[in-house]
């Protein structure tokens, strides 16, 4: 398995929400609580949003939120705001020799 | 303040050598995981390998393994290797802390460019 599937892009106006989905396998996102949700803004490293499928770090707006169902994880961004455009990435925990895949990435747009 | 600091970028011709640098500080570095990843110009985040800088095990991506090295002293300082680069390393080379119980990075490193072009 290369990475986990993200859509390419999303996109929401000020104020909405949005939902980005990563599907994985029984073998990393369904078999595993390590589900992780990275920020990236560009020329910028990665920032950590969510771990273990929903939890936040104190930092981290609550506006974020993210869930699990079966090999497909979640990150849900309510009340979008201009500086929530970004590219995010999910990652997992896997059983396989490859042992942490991350998603392709999403580049979310606020419009 | 926990911190990541990593060397400065590098231009490198192919066939070349290169070590790059990642120094922790403001938490106690020998008791977390350091990792490494990859971005590519345009392109998405790959885990290259993770290092437990306390005996240095080493755990790489199949996709990695034989092409680096992840190496860490006891000066606080993880480091990535290359003994003969291609121009298709080409990239920006983050480290990590890295949460093994749930698989996560915490804390990064603002990167390193590396551009190995003749």
């Known amino acids: 398995q290369s990475a986990l599937t993200q859509p390419a892009s999303v996109s929401g106006s000020p104020g909405q929400s949005i939902t980005i989905s990563c599907t994985g396998t029984s073998s990393d996102v369904g078999g595993y609580n390590s589900v992780s949700w990275y920020q990236q803004h560009p020329g910028k490293a990665p920032k950590l949003m969510i771990y273990?499928?929903?939890n936040r770090p104190s930092e981290v707006s609550n506006r974020f939120s993210a869930s699990k169902s079966g090999n497909t994880a979640s990150l849900t961004i309510s009340g979008l705001q201009a500086e929530d455009e970004a590219y995010y990435y999910c990652s997992s925990y896997t059983s396989t020799s490859i042992y942490v895949i991350f998603g392709g990435g999403t580049k979310l747009t606020v419009l | 303040e926990v911190q990541l600091v990593q060397s400065g970028a590098k231009l490198k011709k192919p066939g070349e050598s290169l070590k790059i640098s990642c120094k922790g500080s403001?938490?106690?570095?020998?008791?977390?995981?350091i990792g490494w990843v990859r971005q590519m110009p345009g392109k998405g985040l790959e885990w290259m390998g993770i290092i437990y800088p306390t005996d240095s095990y080493i755990r790489y991506s199949p996709s990695f393994q034989g092409q680096v090295t992840i190496s860490a002293d006891k000066s606080s300082t993880a480091y990535l290797q290359w003994s003969s680069l291609k121009a298709s390393d080409t990239a920006m080379y983050y480290c990590?802390?890295?949460?093994?119980?749930?698989?996560?990075?915490?804390?990064w490193g603002q990167g390193t460019m590396v551009t190995v072009s003749s």
């Open positions: 273990e499928v929903s």
């Open positions: 403001g938490y106690r570095f020998t008791s977390y995981w």
């Open positions: 990590a802390r890295f949460l093994g119980d749930i698989a996560a990075f915490d804390i």
